[in-house]
């Protein structure tokens, strides 16, 4: 008994390292989201029906997991940042400037999936330090995801 307590101690000084990663995960993954969309709008050249139905399945799985995070979030009790300017300043993606080429468009995003994975990275750190399994779970699937989407972006390259 005296092991569970010590542990549930442990879990509650920690937790505020994973609602605090949480978020920039949640930051990190709208903007990617948001930028996902914006180049699946404004894609052109011979890579366009590929790339335009590539980006749209991105990018809708992504509103998924922006979903998820944020009431992750919400479980362990704190709020989940929801506007322009918090996600500015929590993400390490950064939005897009100007419409870069197809070719851009897919490096960029790739190297944004690079990001995202080293955030659910730092997650899933924080969470099992704190003994929270569930948050640790939610890292590794989207390690997994930002993972794949990099590599079939890439692919375009081989």
């Given at each position: 008994?005296?092991?569970?307590?010590?542990?549930?101690?442990?879990?509650?000084?920690?937790?505020?390292?994973?609602?605090?990663?949480?978020?920039?995960?949640?930051?990190?993954?709208?903007?990617?989201?948001?930028?996902?969309?914006?180049?699946?709008?404004?894609?052109?050249?011979?890579?366009?029906?590929?790339?335009?139905?590539?980006?749209?399945?991105?990018?809708?799985?992504?509103?998924?997991?922006?979903?998820?995070?944020?009431?992750?979030?919400?479980?362990?009790?704190?709020?989940?940042?929801?506007?322009?300017?918090?996600?500015?300043?929590?993400?390490?993606?950064?939005?897009?400037?100007?419409?870069?080429?197809?070719?851009?468009?897919?490096?960029?995003?790739?190297?944004?999936?690079?990001?995202?994975a080293k955030t659910a990275g730092e997650l899933?750190?924080?969470?099992?330090?704190?003994?929270?399994?569930?948050?640790?779970?939610?890292?590794?699937?989207?390690?997994?995801?930002?993972?794949?989407?990099?590599?079939?972006?890439?692919?375009?390259?081989?």
């Amino acid at each position: 008994m005296a092991q569970r307590k010590s542990a549930a101690k442990r879990a509650s000084r920690r937790e505020p390292e994973v609602v605090d990663t949480l978020c920039e995960l949640l930051a990190d993954t709208y903007t990617l989201y948001l930028k996902t969309h914006n180049f699946h709008w404004n894609v052109t050249g011979p890579m366009f029906g590929t790339l335009h139905a590539l980006f749209e399945t991105q990018y809708t799985e992504l509103a998924l997991a922006v979903d998820e995070i944020a009431e992750r979030i919400r479980a362990l009790g704190a709020v989940a940042p929801g506007s322009y300017s918090e996600f500015t300043r929590l993400a390490a993606v950064k939005e897009a400037k100007g419409v870069p080429t197809a070719e851009g468009m897919i490096r960029e995003i790739a190297a944004d999936c690079d990001t995202v994975a080293k955030t659910a990275g730092e997650l899933v750190a924080a969470a099992q330090d704190s003994g929270d399994e569930a948050s640790a779970d939610l890292g590794i699937r989207r390690i997994q995801v930002a993972q794949k989407n990099a590599w079939m972006l890439r692919s375009h390259f081989a």
